[in-house]
């Protein structure tokens, strides 16, 4: 439970960060770190976020996505199990 639980925080900790360099609420935050999670990579519109956000949220995404497959897979092989 406590790594579903450091999951979320970090995940929480995106959402945040892009809500903050959007200036956005934080449901539009969560709808955009999903699609950046599904599309692979930050999109950036009319410079914004900028450049040192995209590298801190690029960073912090790749370890959700990894962490996401991960725990996706364990749970397909526990359920079919």
Request: charged share 25%; net charge positive; glycine share 2%.
């Given at each position: 439970?406590?790594?579903f ?8 900790d995106?959402?945040q ?5 959007l ?6 935050a ?16 009319n ?10 949220l ?21 359920l079919?199990?």
């Amino acid at each position: 439970m406590e790594n579903f639980e450091k999951i979320f925080n970090q995940f929480l900790d995106c959402v945040q960060t892009l809500q903050a360099a959007l200036n956005v609420s934080f449901t539009e935050a969560l709808v955009e770190t999903f699609d950046n999670l599904e599309q692979g990579k930050i999109k950036v519109e009319n410079g914004a976020p900028d450049e040192k956000t995209v590298a801190q949220l690029s960073k912090k995404n790749i370890r959700h996505l990894i962490m996401i497959k991960l725990v996706k897979r364990i749970r397909s092989k526990f359920l079919l199990s």
